[in-house]
């Protein structure tokens, strides 16, 4: 009878312990996310220039031409 109570009392431990766990987790998930999406933006803008940049020449060199 002791082993079952025991037995019973872990449980809720381990619950509680995932319970604490798994907020952290997905915190943490959240952060790293919010990371990697700034650096994507960042990496995006930078190419959006450099395509502005290059349409721009074009234009320029096709207006030459005329």
Known sequence: ??????EKKSVPW????????????????LFLAAKSD?????QYEQQRIEMEKRIAEKEA???DKK
């Open 1 to 6: 009878m002791s082993q079952q109570s025991v």
């Open 61 to 63: 060199a096709n207006s």
């Open 38 to 42: 700034a650096k994507n933006k960042k």
């Open 14 to 29: 381990l619950l509680m312990g995932l319970g604490l766990l798994i907020p952290f987790l997905i915190i943490g998930i």
